[in-house]
């Protein structure tokens, strides 16, 4: 079991996330925008960023990036509507970030976020 955490502004996509990964049996945290994010950060551990690339006042971009600082070994998989644009900004940022365009199948979600943490403990970084 992983602790997930998902920055999603849409509250009906958010609390489907959620639902899909807590039945993958995933610890899971979920926020409606960045700035929230980075403060459940703060306060504890996670294995995964699960954030929308377009949200108001912090883009899930800046997200990662700021989340990085405080967790270098955080994950992060992009969800978007926009894939063409968005893998663009981020291809400098976190390169290794996995982008799943909406709409997308959950056992998609799920199979991303497995391949991740799996990276995760390869590298020898075990999870929490």
């Not at 700035?35 to 960023?49: H, K, M, N, P, Q």
């Not at 894939?83 to 199948?105: D, I, W």
């Amino acid at each position: 079991m992983a602790r997930i955490l998902i920055a999603e502004d849409d509250d009906s996509m958010r609390h489907f996330l959620s639902r899909a990964l807590e039945r993958a049996g995933h610890e899971v945290v979920s926020v409606g925008h960045g700035a929230e994010a980075l403060a459940v950060i703060a306060e504890g551990r996670f294995d995964l960023l699960l954030a929308d690339i377009v949200m108001p006042e912090m883009d899930g971009i800046e997200l990662a990036q700021r989340a990085a600082e405080t967790d270098r070994n955080i994950r992060v998989i992009f969800i978007t509507g926009f894939a063409g644009v968005a893998l663009n900004r981020a291809q400098g940022e976190r390169a290794q970030a996995k982008v799943l365009s909406k709409p997308f199948h959950l056992r998609e979600l799920v199979s991303e976020v497995d391949r991740a943490l799996a990276a995760r403990v390869n590298e020898g970084i075990r999870p929490l």
